[in-house]
């Protein structure tokens, strides 16, 4: 093996990819931050308005045949009992379409509106009863809605609060699946963009050069390997008598 052509090949190969090393543990030490300063993501449990059971008058049948104009004919997928506005709502999702219907469980009226405020009180709920207004309604990720979080679709709900805090809402599960503001966002973006490359916008991109980048750091890892067997270990010499 000719050891002068590996170690520069182990230099020159170190030096082309050591902006990809120091995006990579720049990215664990804001991993580490970030697991002390942002609470874990809120559990996918419900969390909105208590349901008064009691003052439900209409029963189930009844209210998915209110819908019959709407879907003829259309299977019931799943039903859920919810709390809106304090009274009872059935929230019907059909067959034909990921969006729930909502029939009231009290008179039987059907109203589209109610996903929405459903979705205003969880977020109310959430934030201790502070006023918010939607920005948003997510049916695919975006920068700041990763696909970690995985649930959609989501509203979104600001709090005008002066630190920017924000929530997504999936009605579907009840509850909130993010909560950010100015600062946690910051880190995250950080982190993003070190971890993932998050600044290339075009994922197919992105992908190519984290491979030729994590394949550079394994070959560099490799040529230091091959040097050290190539060259073995060979201790100095000591200059001068003794």
């Known amino acids: 093996m000719n050891a002068r052509l590996i170690r520069k090949l182990h230099r020159w190969t170190g030096l082309l990819f050591s902006l990809s090393v120091l995006l990579a543990s720049g990215s664990g030490v804001l991993h580490n931050v970030m697991t002390r300063t942002q609470p874990p993501p809120p559990a996918a449990a419900p969390s909105g308005p208590s349901v008064d059971v009691s003052a439900v008058r209409v029963s189930l049948p009844a209210a998915v045949d209110a819908l019959a104009d709407e879907a003829p004919g259309v299977g019931v997928r799943a039903v859920n009992l919810r709390g809106i506005g304090g009274e009872p709502w059935y929230q019907i999702y059909l067959q034909d379409s990921p969006m729930p219907r909502y029939v009231s469980a009290l008179d039987g009226r059907v109203d589209p509106s109610r996903d929405e405020a459903y979705a205003a009180e969880i977020a109310a709920g959430f934030l201790g009863g502070a006023a918010v207004s939607k920005t948003a309604y997510l049916t695919a990720f975006d920068s700041e809605y990763l696909n970690i979080f995985r649930i959609l679709p989501v509203h979104r709900f600001d709090a005008g609060d002066g630190i920017a805090t924000r929530v997504y809402v999936s009605t579907t599960t009840g509850s909130v699946t993010r909560h950010t503001d100015r600062r946690r966002q910051l880190e995250a973006d950080l982190f993003t963009n070190f971890h993932k490359l998050g ?36 201790p100095r010499r000591r200059n001068g008598p003794g």
């Open 199 to 234: 600044f290339i916008p075009d994922k197919n991109l992105r992908d190519l050069v984290l491979t030729v980048t994590t394949t550079g750091i394994f070959l560099v890892a490799l040529l230091g390997v091959v040097l050290f067997l190539a060259t073995g270990f060979k």
